[in-house]
């Protein structure tokens, strides 16, 4: 796709200084660019590689005076880095606007889906299922029976998401996510082997949720395992049945949280996080990078350690950590003393 220096400007609200026509079909670092290719200069110490640049057009700050020629067209925006952001929006959005049914797929006689839809090649789309409108299935994906996708939802390639599962509008799912497989429930019998308990609940999504590539969302025993609005999930995470992870929290990679777990609101989670079963963790809590929750959190803690505790006992802890070779020598060598001391006292 090739845009003009002015088209990006209108997107941008922007103003160009140089040839309004300058093409431009990639986008590129400052510091890497080539003829055809669209950067932006925001933060001051990569000034010097406007000068030097082979890219094409440039996004800068209103505010930017160059101190000598440059042969690069620019167009000045309020924020040349928010506007670069919106703009990589806008050009995946466009890259991805793909629309149609693809051959073969299967989708059953029951199925609802809206207008403006895209169904790539292979996918299966059950029974009772319901889409809504601008809806995107890449190739490969598994939609189960009486699943509920609301609108402008993106369901990437081999996505896997079992019956019964609901979720909302303005999501993406990543490919190779796994929605609803059974949550890990057994229980032990008298012979030492287990019983399968038969995981009937389902998976809520609720709307603007992100979940990374590979992840896995298991269904809840009774009930439902809830995803509030505005989450957002790393890739490889697994969430167990029957657990709730409150509106606007973020959750980076290979965290794991186990059965019945509730986790609040705008919450920070770490990556390689272990979440034990049936606990509580308030709202606007920070977790360290591995660390390993067995209990309750309250709200605001910032936690770190396994197990864990709050960070600021953590970093002082950690200097006698550090210093336990140290200490244990001392000790032994006031202990020695001491055994001397006794004996001449003796």
Do not use: W
């Amino acid at each position: 796709m090739k845009f003009k220096a002015q088209q990006i400007a209108d997107i941008l609200e922007g103003e160009v200084v140089g040839n309004p026509d300058e093409e431009v079909s990639a986008l590129s670092k400052i510091e890497e660019g080539k003829k055809g290719s669209l950067t932006f200069l925001s933060n001051p110490k990569y000034t010097s590689f406007l000068y030097s640049t082979n890219a094409s057009v440039a996004i800068v700050n209103k505010s930017f005076t160059p101190e000598k020629e440059v042969s690069i067209t620019l167009i000045k925006v309020a924020d040349a880095y928010r506007a670069f952001s919106k703009l990589l929006e806008f050009y995946n959005e466009a890259k991805n606007n793909k629309s149609g049914r693809e051959q073969p797929n299967f989708i059953a006689e029951s199925a609802q889906i809206g207008e403006n839809e895209y169904i790539g090649a292979f996918a299966y789309i059950g029974e009772n299922v319901k889409i809504g409108k601008n809806v995107k299935i890449y190739p490969n994906s598994y939609i189960g029976d009486n699943t509920l996708i609301g609108d402008n939802t993106v369901i990437f390639a081999g996505v896997k998401i079992y019956a019964d599962t609901h979720i909302g509008e303005n999501c993406k799912i990543h490919s190779g996510a796994i929605i609803g497989a059974d949550g890990f429930g057994f229980a032990p019998t008298k012979d030492g082997d287990y019983q399968s308990i038969p995981q009937i609940g389902n998976v809520i999504i609720e709307d603007n949720v992100d979940i990374g590539a590979t992840s896995t969302i298991d269904r809840a025993t009774l009930g439902s395992t809830i995803i509030r609005k505005g989450v957002k999930l790393d890739n490889q995470i697994q969430i167990a049945h029957n657990v709730e992870v409150g509106k606007n929290t973020v959750i980076a990679s290979q965290t794991g949280v186990s059965g019945s777990t509730k986790i609040g609101e705008n919450c920070m989670i770490g990556g390689q996080v272990g979440i034990g079963g049936h606990l509580k963790i308030g709202n606007n809590v920070k977790v360290l990078g591995q660390t390993g929750i067995t209990k309750n959190i309250k709200d605001s803690e910032v936690i770190y350690g396994t197990p864990a505790f709050k960070s600021s006992s953590f970093n002082r802890s950690y200097v006698h950590f550090k210093n336990l070779p140290t200490i244990v020598s001392k000790i032994n060598q006031l202990e020695k003393e001491l055994k001397t001391q006794r004996r001449k006292n003796e």
